[in-house]
DNA sequence: TTTGACAATTTAACTTGTTAACTTTATGCT
DNA sequence: AGCATAAAGTTAACAAGTTAAATTGTCAAA
């Protein structure tokens, strides 16, 4: 059996641990979670505001975390909903002029963190370790397609 | 400010979705969660049994995330604790006969998997992300050490 | 127009992540 | 010995991840 160590989730995880780890003191100072700016980020890049289920794909997060993501947002007044009206099963979520401010308050200070985790790794590496993970990405999603598991006949 | 997409936190995120894909079926198929099986993989290297503390380390999860697991593991008979002799406050814990086996079941399984990645991979990429990854985290914690963060004197 | 399938979200229920507070046992100092 | 302090784990409380079920609105065909 291969060893413990050399688990690829669990590589990933770590990393971003520890990225993550840079950025968080700046978060919870402004009480944010890493998820409530990544969605304030999303919004501010698109003024006209957002469905539901373009903002779960942006920032990859499923429905019901952002269900309940948007409702704390919507009562702290950073974000608001409107119903769209070419369909009234959508919300529209856009950004609140608070939350625009509060965005462009912190955003330097969360530029300033990635230029110094760029400088650290060094530019080039950061680059390389990108792709590979887009390709990786990339690479097993094209294997689902093709050649549907054959484990599961066995197992489920 | 830079562009959404690029957000190390969010590929690194992605990936480790992407991956764990790939292995999720197959858990769920026994009953157990990625958690659950990095418990049981640890421990399976170490048939000494291990303290809840090392064992904490060594699948990177937190105390209270692990002391959950280990009760729940232990009411399936999956693990058993006992108390150390030498320090009444450590448990001790090991794998049960039956945790072994399921260990030893799932193992053929699980290493297909991971041939299957390498191979859809390449095994070089998939060497050099295990670098880079390792090494991100290493000059990440490195610079943790060095100046000790200069915006908490402004945020916190 | 009504039924029936489908789509967008929310709710529910449960596990895990995370921080802080608490319990019990060791250890070190005086 | 006697007391403060630290260490190992657990418990508590709440946010977030995850799957499934429920809700509400849309759309097309009978």
Redesign the interface.
């Known amino acids: 059996?291969?060893?413990?160590e050399?688990?690829?989730?669990?590589?990933?995880?770590?990393?971003?641990?520890?990225?993550?780890?840079?950025?968080i003191?700046?978060l919870r100072?402004?009480d944010l979670s890493?998820q409530q700016w990544?969605v304030l980020?999303?919004l501010?890049?698109s003024p006209a505001g957002l469905e539901m289920s373009a903002l779960s794909e942006?920032c990859?997060l499923l429905m019901p975390s952002l269900s309940r993501i948007i409702q704390n947002l919507a009562a702290r007044e950073l974000v608001m909903r409107r119903i769209a009206e070419h369909d009234q099963r959508c919300s529209i979520i856009s950004l609140h002029a608070q939350g625009r401010r509060l965005v462009e308050l912190m955003?330097p200070?969360s530029?300033?963190?990635?230029a110094?985790?760029t400088t650290?790794?060094g530019y080039g590496?950061?680059e390389?370790?990108?792709e590979?993970?887009?390709?990786?990405?990339e690479?097993?999603?094209?294997?689902?397609q093709e050649h549907h598991?054959s484990?599961?006949e066995?197992?489920?």
Chains 1, 2 share one sequence.
């Open positions: 059996m291969r060893t413990f050399r688990s690829l989730p669990m590589s990933l995880l770590k990393a971003r641990e520890a990225v993550m780890k840079k950025f003191p700046h100072a402004h890493p990544r980020r999303a501010y890049d942006r990859f955003a200070e530029e300033a963190r990635y110094h985790i650290v790794f590496k950061l390389l370790l990108y590979l993970l887009d390709e990786l990405v690479k097993l999603e094209a294997a689902e598991p484990s599961h066995l197992l489920d």
